[in-house]
Structures are given as C-alpha cells and as structure tokens.
C-alpha cells in the first residue's frame, strides 16, 4: 500500500440511494443524549484495534478502511453505505542524494514564487529555494524533478552560496509517480430530511510513517463512535458521514467528491463538519475561523456553535486560520458552508528516526481526554442539526468564493503558487 489504502470490492461510483422515512419508533435525538452516549473507553478501544490492523501492514503501518464499511454494515438499514472510486496521482520518494559531484547550487529568493527569483544564472544549474513543504500537483509533462533536504544539512550549504562561494552539486531522485483508484466511504441516515444534509467527516488514510491513530484515526474513529451511537436515535435532517481518502496526498478524497457534486446535491448540503486529530498529545482546543465575510454564508454560525459549546463547558478555545489544510477547502470551494475543530498537529518522524525511536501517532500519541471531549463536541454538533436548521442561514445559489481562493495558499498540508 502507498499513502492512502486501497479499499476491496468497491462500487463502481458514488451511489446515493436515500429514503426519507415520516416515522420512527426511536426517540428524537437530543445533544445531551448524544454526548452522553460518547466514552472514552470506547474510543480507546477503537484505536487499539486500529493499531493491531495497522501492524498487519508488510511494509506500511497503515490501518485499512475497510473495518470502518464493516462496522457500518452491522447496523442494519439505519444507513446507505457506499464506496465513491475515483482516480487518485501518487509519488513516493524511495531515494535521494544531494552529492558534490556536477553543477552549481544557485540560490533562489522569495521561495521561487516569482520568474524573477530565478536568475539568469541558473541555466544549467541547481536552484536551491528556502523553506518550502509544497508539491507540483498533477504531473505534466513540464515537471522537473524535486527534492527536499533537513535544514541542518542546508544551512552550510547556504552560508557558502551567501558568501559568494561556488558549491558544486548532483540531485540525485528515484521515485515513482502512479496513478491509481481509491475510495471514499459514505454513509447516510435513510431517516430524515435529504433536501436538508447534515454532513461531516474525517480521512481515513495515514501518512506512510505510523499507523495514524491520531492523524486522523481520532477523527475516523469519532465518526464512527457517533454513527453507532446515532442508530438508538431518529433524526428530522438526514445525516451523512463521509470518510475520506487520499487527505495525505493533497485533499483527494474530499475535493474529488466535492468538486463533482451535481448543483442540486451541492444544495442539499447544508453545512459540511471537518474532524481531522482530535487528540493530539499536547493539545489545544481549537477553531477554524471561518466567516460569512470570506466564506459561504452559514460558515460562521457553524464556528460560533462550538464557541457557545466550549464557554458552556468553562474551556478555554483558540481561533486558527481557516486556510485550506484541511478537507473543508474542497467544500468551501463549492459554495458550501463549512467548519471544525482541532487540537493540533506535530512534526512526522524521518525514516532514520523512526528506526531509532519507534514509530509516532500510535495509540500512545492520543490524549483520551482531548479526544473524548472533543467527541462530545462533535456530537453536540450532529445532533443540533440533525434536529433542526432553525435559524441558521438558507443555503444560496453555488457561488465563487474569490475571497477564500485569493487569500488561501494552502492545500493540505502543502504550500501551493
């Protein structure tokens, strides 16, 4: 497997198949009620079977999805479920060396953003930029070879080249660039309202280093916590759950399922929930802020409903930028509102580190009462609308949201020009 995992005996395509039932003998779901049903120690017990799955890999400690559609077809026709395929590009970097061998190093100013960072200098040669975590996207057939080295190694280098200094140097790549099928797993209520969606999700792939529990197998693992626990409920608006693949590639999963929303299915959707690493070990409570200035109407209200939420439970909680890192941006993109929470990220171990100190983000890199919390919180969040839109913002006609695009520099977790 690479850096997102390939799910078995999949549909062809997207399939959504909704009933809207009129009636039901399960109760109204209530948030309490819904927080209530949230344990701790049932959260930890899912992560500890992620971690034994994700042991089972040869050579990726990457947990399969496919015990997320497994455990959704025991509950019965509460839900439709489905695999949405789609085309996904890979690469993967089995090697590469910075040696004196051939050609100049030339530094490049303003991390290449502009033609005119390049100098005429660098015909033939090396161009070496500052601190960049980017890709090229879709390979064409324009692309050059790229490669990244750790500061420390950098820094010499650069003194050098500063100091007018001719440093001789080979990039050296070998890598693989594939394109290959994946899925996204879908699950919705067949109870409630489909013209009025609640909908959220999480991505269920790691990136290649560890098994992920908490990037973002807390988030995973909460969804699918609260799509069990929901089953005891009826609900007025339907509820969709989606789980993503491909976020660790560049948001695949959930820009492609964004992106080829029919108009009229986009507008079913009122607002759109991102939980990616609700656990992480030093953690904060965070926000994404997203406005109705800069974003699709209704946006806002969605960040002030976990705001009222954190002050009810006397928490403190920090706004963070609502800048394309995560699988909202496909959805804002789309004209849809969108939002969530997080508690923050960490920094992925080299190949050499993890040899010599383990691998990270296995079950021992969650905070249970971060991730516990913030499970509740998110349930707060499903049953809210799952019982009513009442005042918050009706959904407009599909919009280009330049604002966003002009103010947004990421994708991912990468850096984009």
């Not at 904060?284 to 209200?301: L, M």
Request: proline content about 4%; charged content about 20%; some cysteine.
């Amino acid at each position: 497997m690479v850096g997102f995992t390939r799910l078995l005996a999949c549909s062809a395509s997207f399939r959504s198949r909704c009933r809207y039932r009129q009636t039901s003998k399960r109760p109204l779901v209530s948030s309490k009620a819904l927080q209530d049903s949230i344990k701790g120690e049932h959260l930890l017990r899912r992560a500890k079977n992620l971690c034994e799955i994700a042991k089972l890999g040869e050579e990726e400690p990457l947990w399969d999805p496919t015990c997320i559609y497994s455990t959704l077809g025991k509950l019965g026709d509460y839900y439709n479920i489905s695999y949405q395929a789609f085309p996904a590009v890979t690469g993967r970097v089995s090697e590469f060396r910075l040696e004196p061998v051939h050609g100049n190093l030339v530094l490049v100013s303003n991390q290449g953003c502009d033609a005119s960072d390049y100098p005429a200098v660098l015909k033939g040669n090396i161009p070496l930029e500052g601190e960049v975590h980017g890709t090229l996207g879709t390979p064409s057939d324009n692309h050059i070879a790229t490669l990244g080295i750790p500061d420390a190694e950098a820094a010499p280098v650069i003194k050098k080249l500063e100091k007018g200094e001719t440093v001789e140097a080979i990039a050296y790549v070998d890598a693989e660039v594939k394109t290959t099928v994946t899925d996204n797993i879908i699950a919705q209520t067949t109870e409630g309202d489909p013209n009025n969606c609640v909908m959220l999700g999480g991505h269920s792939d790691s990136v290649t280093a560890g098994p992920g529990i908490n990037d973002d197998g807390s988030g995973s693992m909460t969804l699918l916590e609260i799509a069990m626990q929901l089953t005891k409920f009826s609900v007025n608006n339907c509820v969709r759950f989606a789980w993503w693949a491909a976020e660790e590639e560049g948001l695949l999963g959930s820009d492609y399922y964004a992106s080829t929303l029919p108009e009229e299915e986009n507008q079913k959707i009122r607002l759109f929930m991102d939980y990616d690493m609700l656990g992480s070990p030093n953690f904060a409570y965070q926000i994404y802020n997203a406005t109705d200035a800069v974003n699709p109407t209704g946006s806002q209200a969605l960040r002030d409903l976990y705001v009222d939420w954190y002050e009810s439970q006397g928490l403190n909680y920090s706004f963070i930028p609502f800048d394309g890192r995560s699988d909202y941006d496909g959805f804002i993109r789309a004209g849809i509102p969108a939002g969530g929470i997080a508690t923050g990220a960490e920094g992925v171990k080299t190949k050499e580190e993890a040899e010599m100190y383990g691998l990270c983000d296995d079950v021992g890199n969650v905070n249970m009462t971060a991730w516990e919390l913030n499970s509740k919180l998110v349930a707060h969040s499903v049953a809210t609308y799952a019982v009513s839109f009442k005042g918050f913002p009706e959904r407009t006609a599909v919009a280009a949201t330049k604002a966003y695009e002009q103010k947004t520099k990421y994708h991912g977790s990468k850096l984009f020009i």
